[in-house]
């Protein structure tokens, strides 16, 4: 099976634009989940996706949003970008939704904003 | 906020060695997991071990949990140089909101 793929891979943004990242999941998975990774802070959740239904929100503002399509490809979305989204953004695909299940991660969109 | 917290947050070990990590959390947990992070693989998942469980293996991989302490520790046993990675513990709480929370990890470095 193809693993967890992102696209873009890299991006570079000005302060104030707005960007859409996109995660294909493994074929089959119908759960996607969207992480934010900063040295400082680790990895930080952002949100959960299963069958087109955010089920899962992390603690973060309403600039970050995100989308779940028919064939579980997902996409987030940041607008009014800030220096301090600069980070890796990671999308992983799980079987089902929930913590029970192990995820697959794809390589991430290495996001920098000047 | 860090639901856990590995320790200690850098290991360095000669190839051959054992490595342990531990992860502390704070709330009752569903399961907890164990991934690794390096820059040719990306985040992989190692193993998840239930609140119900207390010890899991796979290959040279070994994960206790204790959930009266609220720590788990993974050793890596007879490690080699391609074992250098960052490793991360995951837990949910045991509530509704069962979202993953991350360590900041553990970065390990096996020497040839």
């Known amino acids: 099976k193809a693993g967890v793929t992102q696209t873009p891979r890299y991006l570079i943004k000005t302060r104030g634009q707005q960007v859409t990242l996109s995660c294909s999941p493994i074929?089959?998975?119908?759960?996607v989940s969207w992480y934010q990774q900063t040295p400082g802070q680790g990895l930080q959740f952002l949100f959960e996706y299963f069958s087109e239904t955010q089920r899962n929100k992390g603690n973060f503002p309403g600039r970050f949003s995100g989308r779940q399509f028919s064939n579980s490809r997902s996409e987030m979305n940041v607008s009014t970008l800030e220096l301090g989204d600069s980070a890796l953004y990671l999308c992983?695909?799980?079987?089902?939704?929930?913590?029970?299940?192990?995820?697959?991660f794809g390589p991430g969109t290495r996001l920098t904003v000047t | 906020s860090q639901q856990g917290e590995e320790d200690p947050q850098a290991l360095s070990i000669q190839e051959g060695e054992n490595a342990t990590m531990n992860c502390s959390y704070k709330t009752s947990i569903n399961n907890l997991q164990w991934y690794r992070q390096n820059s040719g693989r990306g985040l992989v998942h190692l193993i998840l071990?239930?609140?119900n469980e207390r010890e899991k293996h796979s290959g040279r991989l070994r994960v206790t949990l204790d959930t009266s302490k609220k720590s788990s520790s993974l050793l890596i046993t007879a490690s080699r140089a391609a074992d250098t990675a960052s490793y991360f513990c995951?837990?949910?709480?045991?509530?509704?909101?069962?979202?993953?929370?991350w360590g900041l990890g553990t970065s390990l470095a096996v020497n040839p």
């Open positions: 071990i239930r609140s």
């Open positions: 074929s089959g998975h119908r759960s």
């Open positions: 995951a837990t949910d709480n045991a509530g509704n909101n069962r979202k993953l929370i």
């Open positions: 992983a695909s799980s079987l089902q939704a929930g913590s029970d299940y192990e995820q697959y």
